[in-house]
């Protein structure tokens, strides 16, 4: 049994929060939603700045 889901989730034991980009293999995490929202959006804005204009 897996409990790994994609497209984000918590692990309690840090309160982090992750999420991979879905244009490439980043993968970001952060201590709150609203700073990994933040990094991101940074990311997508240097990496894939027309996936970032459409969002
Ligand atoms: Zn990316």
Do not use: F
């Amino acid at each position: 049994m897996s409990t790994n889901r994609r497209g984000g989730h918590v692990t309690s034991a840090s309160d982090t929060v992750e999420r991979e980009c879905g244009h490439c293999e980043w993968h970001g995490a952060a201590g709150s939603y609203a700073e990994l929202i933040k990094r991101y959006q940074d990311h997508l804005r240097d990496e894939h700045p027309t996936a970032w204009l459409r969002s």
